[in-house]
């Protein structure tokens, strides 16, 4: 009897692990991903971008996101303007003043549908004429 319920319960347990296993993949990997930036990641350009876009593969949460871009000194040079594009969500940017030759580090910080904070930063850099 004891031998059976045992035998009950490990059956019970193992297809709870496989369903946990079956279930847990698509919310892991359910967070918002950069799929494509303009500059590119560790570009080298010519010309001062106009702007940072950053396009996720869903959605991103309009609150508390944020997009900063900071010189090779660390200082902050974006306009301080981030948007997000109201018929795709998944597309945020923000504005630049016309900027010297450096290389440049951008760091996003967005809140996926899912509300896993999902952040990351990237270089891109303006060469000499
Ligand atoms: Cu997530």
Known sequence: ????????????????????????????????????????????????????????????????????????TGKRVDNKDIKQEMLDQSHIFTTLPELPPDTYTVRYRVISADTHVVSGKFSFTIQKP
């Not at 496989?18 to 560790?42: G, N, Q, R, Y």
């Open 1 to 72: 009897m004891i031998l059976r319920v045992s035998n009950f319960l490990i059956t019970a347990v193992s297809h709870l692990i496989v369903l946990t296993f079956l279930i847990w993949p698509t919310s892991i990997l359910a967070h918002a991903v950069v799929v494509k930036s303009s500059p590119e990641k560790d570009s080298s350009i010519s010309q001062s971008p106009k702007q940072v876009d950053i396009w996720f593969n869903e959605r991103v949460m309009s609150k508390h996101k944020s997009l900063a871009v900071t010189d090779s």
